[in-house]
């Protein structure tokens, strides 16, 4: 990995990140205040004015305009926001820096909230960016904060700034400030190259991991953002590995006599959950990455894998096909109290217990067709959210109310395989953009 | 170079086989370039012997034509008792990839065994699976998915 990469990968120069609350108490009033209830589906976007964020000139103008397009992308991308035209706007950048903004003139263009901000210090060592919203609605300023930071990480700036806008909104936490592990593909269907790539959740800052030499599978995330887990058939022996973002080190996990495969990180960052494959039978394991035990967790006949940590770390959910066919089963984490958890017509695997415990994520297969869909941890409330020929593998934003997963598509006698996101509703399905074909998507926790 | 000749064989006797349900491929096929072939080469295996078995979806039990071509992989071996061979197990597309990299090992598994009960030394029998990640044919429809659950003895 080229010292570039290194720098770029380990997120610098936010370590000191200052961030202050701007001295302007929110008036305590009997309105009820703007607020986007995410709870209940699908509903109307907020239309919101994010104005250029002001920077006089020079370099501080240029990294305001580029801050501001990239909350506004965040925003509108998560289909709760609609950022109306700059170009309808009444009051200037320059003249929201000082003072209350004209509300009745941001009522007039159709804003119910809006966002300014400012920059300084871009041509430096040291940026300071600053941000206010207002709820135009009720005319009355609601949050605001800043930022010190290296400049090169303007990037950073703007996720951290549109999640802070997103949670003071919907009073949920952000996901804009996280990224996205996965596996690019490139080449002829059987003779696929895969390779680990990672990027912002918005698919900016492209990297590759590896070189497409070795086929590597199923990438996640540790909860520190830092490691990844994956498979890799490096030297034809297919087993779990470790990979280091910082030192671009890879670390085989363990010493399993059978392939190792479909890795997981514990909550605590502690373990790995892992399946192994000996002598046509699958069970599940976890590795201590402190002491190196290996514990077996499952000893039934049959293919058991795909374990996935409850947030606490007190359960697992995992896929089975003891019961004659392939379906959902939960137990605690230490393999005891197994119970099935999906009863239903086809074929149920890769559960993903949400970030928020209350849902647990999962492809299902029925007929001809695949579909990703959530369940309740106690096997109620089961529901779809997307249906196509072939769709797998769903990942969880980190606040729970977004997932990604990929999407094969016949094409020109090979495959064509993307990235899409939806929201747990089942609305504001979307492609990710990605250089390559993509596939086996995994969400990053809020960058810490 | 070599490698890559020896997969267009094995992609050669394979389209020999058969438009619908694929037969274990090999037997027979070929018999025009024997002279060229290598005793106890990958290529005299794929020709002469069959390298591949086929299974039912979401299956890692033998038939008896996968059976019958194990017996001459069988009998080969024994005549050539200094090679060495790694089954590859694989699934079509239509399964998860975790389940299916399972299901391939369980297939490998499965000719691994076939193959010891016939005298093969198990130390000689690798396993190896693929899941859905190596498909021989390109296709959405029975006869490519039929063709892609296999497994394949690969000379070491």
Redesign the interface.
Known sequence: MTTTTRRFLRLAGLAGAVLLALGVAAPQTARAELRIDITKGVVEPLPIAITTFYGGGGRDAQVGADIAKVVSADLERSGLFKPLNPQAFLQTPQQLQSGEPRYADWRTVGAQALVAGGVQGASGGQMKVDFRLWDVTAGQYMSGLSYSASPDSWRRIAHIIADAIYKRLTGEDGYFDTRIVYVAESGPATNRTKRLAIMDQDGENHQFLTDGKTLVLTPRFSPTAQEITYMSYFNKKPRVYVFNIDSGRQEVLGDFPGMTFAPRFSPDGKRVVMSMAQNGNTDIFTLDLGTRRQTQLTDSPGIDTAPSYSPDGTKIAFESDRGGSQQLYIMNSDGSGVRRLTFGNGRYGTPVWSPRGDLIAFTRQQGSGFAVGVVRPDGTGERILTEAYHVEGPTWAPNGRVLMFFKETPSGGGRSAKLYSVDVGGFNERRVSTPLDASDPAWSPLIP | MRMKALALMAALALLGACESAPKDAGAGAGAGTQNTIVPGSQQDLVVNVGDRVFFGFDR?DLSAEARATLDRQAQWLKTYGNVNVTIEGHAD???????N???G??RA??VK?YLAAQGINASRVKT??YGK??????G?NESAWAQNRRGVTVVD
């Open positions: 890692s597309e239509r399964g998860t990839r975790e389940y990299l399972a299901l090992e369980r598994n499965s065994k190896i699976s990640e190596r498909p021989a044919v390109v959405s």
